[in-house]
């Protein structure tokens, strides 16, 4: 199973990016759990957001609430993050991860499977 995260880029503050998340060797309806994290240099890797795949119940970081969307395309089998209202807080490498059921959702230890990350920046 491979998860490929695309879609970062250079941004300024204030503007918008979308993020996806394709999967290969298995589709996101066998997991029950896809959610975005990002590391920025020097941090620690943080939760940013999750979806339940059944019932398509979101989760999202309070620094993110309201500001960013998780949502997931069925007929694509990708999974997207929406960003508006960037800050320069922001900038980060994002991953996507997937996990049947993991105990946390918000704990990257419990997913099992990641994409290589995509790098967002924002400048000021």
């Known amino acids: 199973v491979q998860l490929q995260a695309y879609g970062g880029g250079l941004v300024q503050a204030g503007g918008s990016l979308r993020l996806s998340c394709a999967a290969s060797?298995?589709?996101?309806?066998?997991?029950?759990?896809v959610a975005w994290f990002r590391q920025a240099p020097g941090k620690e890797r943080e939760f940013v957001a999750a979806?339940?795949?059944?019932?398509?119940?979101?989760y999202y970081a309070d620094s993110v609430k309201g500001r960013f969307t998780i949502s997931r395309d069925n007929a694509k089998d990708t999974v997207y993050l929406q960003m508006n209202s960037l800050k320069p807080d922001d900038t980060a490498v994002y991953y996507c991860?997937?996990?049947?059921?993991?105990?946390?959702?918000?704990?990257?230890?419990?997913?099992?499977?990641w994409g290589q990350g995509t790098q967002v920046t924002v400048s000021s």
């Open positions: 979806i339940r795949w059944s019932g398509v119940i979101t």
């Open positions: 991860a997937a996990d049947r059921a993991p105990a946390q959702y918000y704990s990257g230890r419990y997913y099992q499977y």
């Open positions: 060797g298995r589709t996101f309806s066998s997991f029950g759990m």
